[in-house]
């Protein structure tokens, strides 16, 4: 696959351009390419925000919200830990 060429610059950079992109058009369709970006990015800050802009459509899905209960970055831990207690 594409993604798994690249290097973690190039995939902090590219995740930052798609993520502005569906910040602007907010749309089940981002899903897909958001949750790729999400696998294959060792940037617990672009993960961070992915997962946000995800839960901000309304598309994220129960095993991202688990994982993301547990990621390294306290941030995410702690806005996963309170989208599960709320729902």
Request: proline share 5%; net charge negative.
């Amino acid at each position: 696959e594409l993604m798994d060429d690249l290097d973690a610059v190039t995939i902090h950079v590219f995740s930052s351009r798609i993520r502005d992109i569906y910040r602007k058009n907010r749309v089940p369709e981002a899903l897909e390419p958001l949750t790729a970006l999400y696998e294959v990015n060792p940037c617990s800050s672009c993960r961070e925000g992915i997962v946000k802009l995800i839960h901000e459509i309304g598309i994220l899905p129960d095993w991202m919200l688990e994982e993301a209960a547990w990621d390294s970055r306290e941030h995410t831990r702690i806005n996963a830990r309170a989208w599960m207690a709320a729902a």
